[in-house]
């Protein structure tokens, strides 16, 4: 599902919902010069990344994924927001921190069945 904007939101696949803004720049891809001003780092130091992390040349691009690779390992001794932050700056898709709980906004335990898809406990009007 697309706004008038363009900006993705709604069921992206069975079960996996995203807000508006969400599922933005997950196939974009950055240049290292790009990558060293969304970080706010020196190009040098994305070049040496690429290279030992990916084996690419400094001419080359990398995805959003190889992106959130780069803020692990350039950024790994900030804090979690400040990596976040960077990877927004850049324009990398930014994966939700509770992302690994799936279906809605909460853990597995506290979601509502109506977000989890349990139709059984949903009542009919």
């Known amino acids: 599902m697309t706004d ?3 900006i993705a939101e709604g069921i992206m696949a069975p079960g996996e919902y995203s807000p508006a803004g969400e599922a933005q ?10 990558v060293g001003r969304g970080f706010d780092v020196a190009v040098d130091r994305v070049y040496r990344a690429m290279e030992g992390e990916f084996g690419l040349a400094p001419s080359a691009q990398v995805t959003s994924h190889q992106a959130q690779h780069l803020a692990e390992v350039i950024l790994g001794d900030q ?21 690994d709980w799936g279906v809605g906004e909460a853990a ?9 898809g349990d139709d059984d406990h949903i009542s009919q009007h």
């Open 79 to 99: 804090p979690l927001a400040n990596r976040e932050a960077a990877l927004m700056q850049l324009g990398a898709f930014t994966p939700r921190s509770d992302h």
């Open 4 to 6: 008038k904007t363009g």
């Open 25 to 34: 720049g997950t196939t974009s891809t950055f240049s290292a010069e790009q």
């Open 108 to 116: 597995p335990n506290e979601e509502s069945d109506r977000v989890a």
